[in-house]
């Protein structure tokens, strides 16, 4: 059991990595030829923020689980909010580096992906852990 948290943890922080280097790619002006395809197809760029950030929270929440912070009436799983925070200071930060263009549309497509894919990964980790209180 203890073999596949660390799987789940490991899986969440290489996938940080990748992203982490997608992003100083793009810093340099240098995107994989890959990855600009996609950027250039109608709404790739979009539906790229949108599945790597998701797949970043459903990742995080599924290898970190644990009980919502709460603040007034909303309620949101730790590695969401950490991913929100952080997403939003990247896209925010974009005005700083010539090689980016800050978009509101990307940021909203970062947090439909981390909102509905974060959900889900933090919904699968609690179903996991029920399991195995049996």
Avoid at 33 to 55: E, Q, V
């Amino acid at each position: 059991m203890k073999a596949l948290k660390i799987l789940r943890y490991a899986l969440a922080l290489g996938f940080a990595g990748f992203i982490l280097s997608v992003i100083i790619a793009a810093n340099q002006g240098q995107l994989p030829s890959t990855l600009a395809y996609f950027a250039n197809l109608p709404f790739g760029d979009t539906l790229g923020h949108f599945l790597l950030m998701g797949i970043l929270a459903f990742l995080c929440n599924f290898a970190w689980g644990g009980k919502p912070w709460v603040w007034r009436s909303i309620s949101l799983p730790p590695a969401t909010v950490i991913i929100l925070i952080v997403v939003t200071l990247e896209e925010l930060s974009q005005v700083l580096i010539p090689a980016r263009t800050p978009s509101l549309l990307d940021l909203c497509a970062d947090y439909g992906g981390i909102f509905l894919l974060g959900d889900l990964g933090h919904r699968c980790s609690r179903l996991g852990q029920e399991g195995h209180k049996n």
